[in-house]
């Protein structure tokens, strides 16, 4: 079977540097997603590994390491905006698999 | 950017009743869509993989007989929750990939269904 594992909630304070975890264990990978998503709300696209290593874009950086089947999303100066559920997701070509997703509070 | 919508937004229907809800892709075509649900405070389970013109691939544990997917058109693809009861009562999103080797999906905005 699939499995993705995150934590389940995170707090960090306004202006800090907060890293999420994502490992994973799917039978097929074809690349690793994360995504934003706001209560009530679908899910808004952030980043997408296929290689191992590290994809920076502006305040938010991904990093994945195919071996360990682990990867990270990098949230950097931190914003009040940025209090949503953090979602990791493996794509195995045919279809999404998700994570239980994490919850970020950021306090001032 | 690839615009997906979702209608209703949100439905309120009696236990034994059927609702639908459409997925459309606004301004692409979808060769593929997909359905997800999810519970409150839990992650998106994916329901069923539907690729136009052919029948829907449904996940483990997925009733296709209780959750009837169409996708007739490469824009609109239908989720049609039959005799509806309200441990059904949840928020539906659908997604949509322009073609088969692509890995973006573009999500609706989803659909709040109770049942009461």
């Known amino acids: 079977g699939q499995n993705i594992d995150q934590p389940t909630e995170m707090t960090a304070t306004e202006g800090a540097i907060v890293q999420i975890n994502c490992t994973y264990q799917?039978?097929?990978?074809?690349?690793l997603f994360w995504y934003q998503q706001h209560a009530g709300e679908a899910p808004t696209f952030l980043s997408y590994n296929v290689l191992d290593g590290l994809e920076e874009k502006g305040r938010f950086s991904s990093f994945l390491s195919r071996s360990k089947g682990y990867s990270y999303l990098l949230l950097k100066e931190l914003q009040m905006k940025d209090s949503a559920s953090y979602l990791c997701a493996v794509w195995d070509f045919n279809k999404f698999y998700f994570g239980s997703g994490t919850k970020l509070n950021v306090k001032p | 950017g690839a615009v997906v919508s979702q209608h209703p937004s949100w439905v309120i229907c009696k236990s034994g009743t059927s609702v639908k809800i459409e997925c459309r892709s606004l301004?692409?075509?979808?060769?593929?869509m997909f359905w997800y649900r999810q519970f409150p405070k839990q992650s998106l389970m994916l329901m069923a993989t539907s690729n136009e013109g052919s029948k829907a691939t449904y996940e483990q544990g997925v009733e296709k007989d209780k959750f009837l997917i169409n996708h007739a058109s490469l824009t609109l693809s239908t989720l049609t929750v039959t005799s509806a009861h309200p441990e059904d009562s949840s928020f539906y999103i659908c997604?949509?990939?322009?073609?088969?080797?692509?890995?973006?999906?573009?999500f609706g905005p989803g659909t709040r269904l109770t049942v009461t």
């Open positions: 997604s949509a990939r322009e073609d088969r080797t692509s890995y973006e999906q573009y």
């Open positions: 799917t039978s097929g990978f074809n690349g």
């Open positions: 301004d692409f075509q979808a060769t593929t």
